[in-house]
C-alpha cells in the first residue's frame, strides 16, 4: 500500500509538472503572434490595448468561481478540463475577424487560463503535502520554461512566414493532446478529500465537533484569524504582481526612451528580469525547505527593493538592467509560496484559498501597469517604477503570513 502511494505520488508529481509547463506553453503561444494579429485586424494602438485587456478581465471573473468548481468537481478534472478548453481557445484567436471577435476569444481564454491556474495549484498543494517538502517554487519554474519555450516557437514559425490561423490551430491540437496524455497521472477525488482533512483551527468547531454552520464534520469554513492571513496572501501576490507587470511592460520603455538605450539593448532588461526569476524558482525550493518561507520571502523582497532601486538610481543602463535582473531574482518564490501558503491554511479549502488570493493578484498584474503610467505620466517614469519598490517592502512586513505553508508541512 505504501509501495503504491509513493508511486502515485510520483506519477502526479509529473503530472502537475506537465500541467505548469502546458499553462506556461497555452499562455506564450499566441503572444509573439501579437503584431500580425494587430495589422491584419487594422487596430490602433489603443483599440488593441482595449483587445489585450480580455485575457485578464476573464482571468479574474473566472478566479472567483474557481473555488467552487473545483470543490465541485475535483482539481484533476478541472485542471484537465481546464487545459483543454485554454488551448482550443487559442483557435478562435487565430480567427478573429474584428475587435469584437477578438475580445471574446480573449474572454474565453482568460477564464479558462485562471481555472486552470486555480486547479493545478490546488493539485500541485496536495502533491506537494504528499512528498511532505516544498515544491511550488520548482512548479513554477516549469511555467516559465513553458512561456520561452512558447515563444521561442512562435518567432520561429512567424519567421517562416505560417499564417497565425495555421499555427495557432496546430498549436491548440498539440498542447491539448500534451495535456490529456501528460495529465492522466493527476491525483483523483480521493486525495483532495484527504488534502482538505487536515487539522483545523479550535474555532472551527463548536463543543460538538460540528462546524458553527452546523453543516456536520466534514464542512469547513474559515476561521478569522485565516481570513485575515488570506487577505494578507493576497496583498503579498498583488505586490508581486505588480511588479512582474511593470518589468513586462515599462522595462523596455525606461531603457529605450529614459535612458536612451538602442531597441536591443532595451530588451535585456525584462529578459534579464524573467531569466533570473525562473533560475530563482528552481533553486527556490530548497532554499525554502532549508530556511523557512517567511526569511526567504523577507530577504528576497530586500534583495528585490534594493537591486531596482539602487539601479533606477544609477542612471546607467548596465547598472539598471542588473537592477532588473536583481529584482527577479528577488520575487521569484514570492508567488509560489503564496500559493502554497494559501492552499494550507487551517478551515480554508485549498482551492478556495488559492482563488482568492491569485485574484488579488491578477489585480495587481491587471491594474499595476496602467498605474505606473499614470504615476509616469506626473512624475516620470523612474520615479513611478518606484512604486514596485514600495509594494516589495511591503512584503518584508507581510511574510510572516506565509507561515502557514511551513506549518502544515510539518503536520
Not at 6 to 11: E, N, P, Y
Not at 288 to 300: D, E, K
Not at 317 to 333: D, E, Q, R, S, W
Request: glycine letters at 16%; charged letters at 10%; one cysteine or more.
Amino acid at each position: 500500500m505504501v509501495t503504491d502511494e509513493v508511486a502515485a505520488f510520483g506519477r502526479a508529481r509529473v503530472a502537475v509538472t506537465t500541467a505548469f509547463a502546458a499553462h506556461g506553453l497555452i499562455a506564450a503561444a499566441w503572444v509573439v503572434r501579437i503584431p500580425q494579429i494587430k495589422e491584419h485586424l487594422g487596430l490602433g494602438e489603443g483599440s488593441m490595448g482595449v483587445a489585450l485587456l480580455g485575457a485578464p478581465v476573464g482571468v479574474v471573473a473566472a478566479v472567483r468561481f474557481a473555488g467552487r468548481i473545483v470543490a465541485r468537481w475535483g482539481s484533476r478534472a478541472t485542471t484537465i478540463a481546464a487545459g483543454t478548453a485554454a488551448a482550443a481557445s487559442l483557435v478562435p484567436i487565430g480567427l478573429a475577424w474584428n475587435l469584437g471577435a477578438l475580445v471574446f476569444a480573449l474572454l474565453l481564454f482568460g477564464a479558462a487560463m485562471g481555472l486552470m491556474d486555480v486547479a493545478m495549484n490546488a493539485q500541485g498543494v496536495a502533491v506537494e503535502r504528499g512528498y511532505g517538502r516544498p515544491l511550488m517554487s520548482g512548479l513554477h519554474g516549469w511555467y516559465s520554461i513553458g512561456t520561452l519555450a512558447a515563444a521561442l516557437a512562435g518567432s520561429g514559425v512567424a519567421y517562416l512566414g505560417v499564417p497565425v490561423p495555421l499555427h495557432l490551430a496546430a498549436a491548440a491540437a498539440a498542447l491539448a493532446a500534451l495535456i490529456a496524455v501528460g495529465c492522466r497521472g493527476l491525483l483523483d477525488r480521493s486525495a483532495d478529500v484527504l488534502h482538505e482533512q487536515r487539522p483545523r483551527l479550535p474555532e472551527d468547531h463548536g463543543p460538538d465537533g460540528r462546524d458553527p454552520g452546523g453543516h456536520g464534520p466534514g464542512a469547513r469554513t474559515a476561521a478569522p484569524s485565516s481570513r485575515w492571513m488570506l487577505a494578507m496572501l493576497g496583498v503579498i501576490g498583488l505586490c508581486s504582481f505588480v511588479g512582474e507587470g511593470a518589468m513586462a511592460d515599462w522595462s523596455a520603455i525606461y531603457l529605450r526612451e529614459y535612458l536612451g538605450t538602442d531597441p536591443g539593448f532595451a530588451g535585456l532588461g525584462y529578459a534579464g528580469c524573467a531569466v533570473a526569476m525562473t533560475a530563482g524558482r528552481f533553486g527556490g525550493d530548497r532554499v525554502v525547505a532549508r530556511f523557512g518561507p517567511v526569511p526567504v520571502l523577507r530577504t528576497g523582497s530586500l534583495v528585490a527593493a534594493l537591486g531596482l532601486g539602487c539601479g533606477l538610481l544609477s542612471g546607467q543602463p548596465a547598472v539598471a538592467v542588473a537592477g532588473f535582473t536583481l529584482f527577479g531574482l528577488g520575487i521569484a518564490v514570492v508567488a509560489p509560496v503564496t500559493f502554497s501558503a494559501a492552499g494550507n491554511l487551517p478551515g480554508v479549502p485549498a482551492a478556495a484559498g488559492i482563488s482568492r488570493v491569485t485574484g488579488v493578484g491578477y489585480l495587481g498584474l491587471l491594474g499595476g501597469p496602467p498605474v505606473i503610467g499614470f504615476v509616469a505620466q506626473g512624475v516620470g517614469l523612474t520615479w513611478a517604477l518606484a512604486v514596485p519598490v514600495g509594494l516589495v517592502g511591503l512584503i518584508v512586513l507581510l511574510a510572516p503570513a506565509t507561515a502557514a505553508a511551513a506549518a502544515a508541512a510539518d503536520r
